[in-house]
């Protein structure tokens, strides 16, 4: 069980690096694109949050494949299985339950899906911030009245 731990938080530490490292990267981008003037700013603003959105998704799916990698190392499921589709199925919390890992090897799956509501949170927190501070530049956080942008 310890060895489970072990890994778990060895993989968990990895995506987390690599989380942080996009979410330099994102917030940069955002940041850049986002202070540019425009003459449509909703355009604008739905342009920064998609590709904030697509850079965090990206993400994902790298963290998604660590952990599949992680599983063929330790041989965490039956020979033959799809180890990528039950990365994916752990670390997004579906859980279906039509893969099993190898009784050794049964934490792995919560250990993942832990993994994967911290950094979905985490984007969440990202896109958020991008938005507010898109809008704030853009002048479209006024109160409505005369005069202000509104989205």
């Known amino acids: 069980m310890m060895l489970q ?55 994902h799916m790298l963290e998604i494949l660590t952990w599949a990698a992680t599983y063929e190392i330790v041989q965490a499921a039956a020979a033959g299985s799809d180890l990528l589709y039950f990365a994916f199925v752990n670390y997004t919390t579906l859980g279906y339950g039509d893969i099993t890992p190898v009784g050794e090897w049964r934490l792995i799956g919560p250990l993942t899906a832990m993994n994967g509501v911290l950094l979905f949170g985490w984007s969440a927190a990202i896109l958020f911030e991008v938005l507010r501070k898109t809008l704030e530049h853009l002048g479209l956080t006024e109160a409505p009245g005369p005069g202000s942008r509104q989205i």
């Open 5 to 59: 731990f072990l890994v778990g938080t060895l993989v968990s530490v990895i995506n987390i690096g690599l989380h942080a490292l996009v979410t330099v990267v994102a917030v940069g981008i955002a940041r850049s694109a986002g202070l540019r003037h425009t003459r449509r700013p909703r355009l604008h603003l739905m342009g920064v949050m998609i590709a904030t959105a697509v850079v965090l998704k990206l993400a």
